[in-house]
């Protein structure tokens, strides 16, 4: 029967066959069309929660303070009320050509942030900020210009050196400033 058409066609070859099933896009079912809408809901829920227990409450603390100066508002908001206040107490108390004379620099320093001269030279401006070196008492003693203020922090400057040649201002408990007398 060489001769007499088949009824039934030919099938594609092995090799055919694999190419035109790579080509043809395949049909995704319910659960791999459901993946993408999962991970954006996901992403809007972390978006959303982000934003109400971080983003926002952070932005109702600092907007009210955009109109003050740039030196108060990194005082309350890296500090606190209390350091803003006692930089304040000391911008008022000590002329913009003095000297400032810091605690001598810790790492384990009780008097905590009063002791970094770059942190402090930022709020003290244009005054010079110095740090007092060990032992305290020499440095306080040599300290005697009209041009140098002492600030008073926890255990420094020794009472009876400071003393000598200044005149204590208190602030607050464990605060204050020497000023020349």
């Given amino acids: 029967m060489t001769g007499v058409p088949s009824a039934v066609p030919p099938g594609p070859s092995p090799e055919t066959a694999s190419t035109e099933a790579r080509a043809r896009p395949r049909r995704m079912g319910g659960v ?21 227990n971080f983003v926002w409450p952070r932005a109702l603390q600092v907007w009210p303070l955009r109109a003050r100066p740039a030196w108060e508002r990194s005082a309350l908001l890296s500090e606190g009320a209390d350091f803003l206040a006692y930089v304040t107490f000391l911008r008022e108390s000590i002329p913009e050509s003095a000297k400032v004379i810091l605690p001598p620099h810790s790492d384990v320093s009780s008097a905590g942030p009063y002791t970094f001269i ?64």
Avoid at 32 to 52: D, F, H, K, M, N
């Fill in 32 to 52: 791999e069309r459901l993946v993408p809408w999962i991970l954006v809901a996901l992403a809007l829920v972390q978006v959303g929660l982000l934003t109400s």
């Fill in 118 to 181: 770059p942190f402090m030279q930022y709020f003290l401006l244009p005054r010079q900020v110095l740090n007092c070196s060990e032992p305290a008492e020499d440095c306080v003693r040599g300290l005697r210009g009209p041009s140098s203020y002492l600030l008073a922090v926890g255990d420094f400057p020794p009472p009876q050196a400071a003393e000598e040649n200044k005149e204590y201002f208190p602030f607050s408990a464990g605060l204050g400033l020497w000023k020349p007398r």
